[in-house]
């Protein structure tokens, strides 16, 4: 390809609202067949807020919100952002942790608090009582997600987020597809969530659960299968992975170290921009042919 030719569609891509890093990046985009989209920010809006709060047997709805709002308010996540909101004015929390992933954890007055996936709450050995397994299993099969609250080695509560669907998705996955490009969905959310954002957006394929540190493994594993993968996220756990795939498209409303592990960034953070820029590229190179 030429370098002249090439520069052109750098040029355009600008005006699409597509900033792409180098000429030669437009090249590695024509023979990519698979596109990874994070779900969290990248195909929905990332803006979650808290639905429902429901407690163990003698619990106080306030005080599982008060206690679970002191430690979100130290986190940058979503989730986390809902919770803190809803709580208000918060205890000071100590020895803060966040677990990539999985949740948050610290110590309120005389509480030690966990919050997040059930999964996290198994390493520690405690259990959902009924009642609240059962308000996780309702909140996940309409696809919202169920976050737990542990203290003192006792689950106390299930509080229920939700996240919307960016009203420019559906437009893209179609677009997506009628450029014959196989869109697959990657998060660390729990499947029923998955399916129902993907069901809602168009996508059959579904990959979710994913620590953060296993979004590249999944990326590798599709090259290994031997197809040429495109990678659209947002997150600071979605980096490695935009780093691996042989296209790395970045929302521009997402943080930086997303946007600079990736080959392309799309500056309003609209996903019809990723298929403007397979477009673009495909156009360029066919011009140059
Ligand atoms: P995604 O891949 O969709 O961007 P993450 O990998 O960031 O999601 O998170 C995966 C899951 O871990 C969340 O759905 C949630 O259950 C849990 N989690 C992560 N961070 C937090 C937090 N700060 N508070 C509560 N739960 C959390
Ligand atoms: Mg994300």
Redesign the pocket.
């Known amino acids: 390809a030429t370098p002249t030719a090439l520069l052109v569609g750098t040029g355009r891509g600008a005006q699409l609202g597509i900033l792409i890093k180098g000429p030669e990046v437009l090249e590695s985009t024509r023979r990519v067949d698979t596109v990874v989209l ?4 990248t195909v929905t809006t990332g803006q979650m807020s808290l639905i429902s709060v429901h407690t163990a047997e003698g619990e106080n709805e306030q005080e599982v919100l008060r206690l679970a709002g002191a430690l ?1 308010h130290a ?1 940058e ?1 979503p ?2 952002k809902a ?1 803190a909101k809803a709580a208000g004015d918060v205890p000071a929390v100590e020895e803060f942790q ?1 677990l ?5 954890q610290g110590v309120v007055g005389e509480h030690a608090v966990l ?3 059930e999964r996290l709450l198994a390493e520690w050995s405690v259990r959902l009582d009924s009642g609240l397994a059962e308000a996780k299993k309702a909140a996940e099969d309409q696809g919202r ?1 169920a ?1 737990i609250v542990a203290w003192d080695g006792k689950a106390r509560g299930v509080l229920v987020v939700a996240d919307t669907v960016k009203p420019t998705s559906v437009e893209a996955i179609q677009g997506l597809r009628a450029l014959g490009l196989r869109p697959v969905l990657l ?4 499947e029923a969530a998955a399916r129902t954002v993907a069901r809602e957006v168009g996508i059959d394929e579904v990959i979710a659960e ?3 540190a296993d979004k590249v493994d999944v990326v590798k594993r599709l090259q290994d299968e031997g197809r040429v993968v495109a990678m659209v996220g947002d ?1 600071v ?1 979605d980096a490695a992975a935009l780093a691996q795939a042989d296209l790395g498209l970045a929302m521009g409303t997402g943080t930086d170290v997303a946007i600079e592990a990736s080959d392309l960034t799309l500056v309003r953070g609209d996903l019809r921009a990723a298929v403007d820029a397979i477009r673009l590229s495909r156009r360029t190179l066919a011009t140059i042919k």
């Not at 998060?187 to 729990?190: L, P, R, S």
């Open positions: 994070d779900k969290t920010g979100e986190s996540h989730i986390a919770i966040n990539e992933g999985l949740g948050v919050v997040g996936r997600t976050v998060t660390g959310d729990n994913v620590l953060p997150g756990n």
